[in-house]
């Protein structure tokens, strides 16, 4: 379940401090993301929970949490943040609107009221079909079953929306020729298209080798090409172009 031991200790930390704090208004604490999916990179993966709950978080409740979260984040740790998560009333799962606000942590930053979007459709199918227990129940019981259709639609509807608008905005500084960014993006829509065919998640090391047989040039190039980018390095505008033209293409297949 855990790749080194400096994950294990956060993932434990975090579940000793979510625990204490909750208590009965802890229903389940559940692993997502690639730690879920087996695809977690030790240097650029970030540790993924989901805390469902009984009652939405009393302004009490979150206020108590912000600060076990503040000290968390001060901690010389290496995953110390790199931790996203969200804590969501059962019955909300079982009726999820995207769009709606609730207390989520993202990466580098602080606990916070965030909006939700249609990509935690897939977050939930993860967590239900893959996602490890570290307190409560099978999450079976706590969330219903996701169709094949529903996922269809939520990376219809993530594409749409998110990554057409990255593609408008990709030459901004913090994205333009960064190769880990990049290989992230290509690594997506690996996924993303493959999930969007199927109805179902697999990790990214899956997907890039799905793409790698599937995909026509010059896009399965590209995958192959992006295998070698790496956190820190630089590629030319010239590649992020193609990255960009990448998304739309994902998406065509899609629509």
Known sequence: ???????????????????????WNLEGL???????????????????LLALVKEPLAAEEFAR?????????SLPQRYAKEVELA????????????????????????????????????EFWTVRERGGVLYGPD?????????PAEVRAAVRRVLAQDWLEWVATWREPGWQTQ??????VVETMCRALYTGQS??????????EWALEAWPQPWS???????????????????????????????????
């Open 87 to 122: 804590y969501v009333p059962v019955g909300d799962v079982q009726r999820f609107q995207p769009g709606k606000a609730y207390p989520a942590l993202e990466r580098g930053e602080r606990l916070k009221w965030k909006p939700l979007g249609a990509n935690w459709v897939l």
């Open 199 to 208: 109805g179902r998640l697999i990790s990214k090391p899956k997907a890039v």
């Open 221 to 255: 190039g590209l995958v192959r090409q992006s295998q070698a980018w790496r956190a820190g390095g630089k590629v030319e505008p010239s590649v992020c172009a193609r990255v960009a033209r990448l998304v739309g293409w994902t998406q065509q297949q899609l629509a």
């Open 30 to 48: 559940y692993l997502k993301g690639s730690l879920a999916l087996g695809d977690f990179n030790p240097e650029t993966s970030d540790i993924d």
């Open 179 to 184: 190769a880990g960014e990049m290989r992230f």
């Open 139 to 147: 999450p079976k019981a706590l969330i219903p079953p996701i169709s």
């Open 65 to 73: 949490l912000a600060r076990r979260h503040a000290r968390i984040h």
């Open 1 to 23: 379940m855990f790749p080194n031991p400096e994950v294990r200790t956060m993932v434990t930390l975090l579940q000793r401090e979510i625990v204490g704090e909750l208590g």
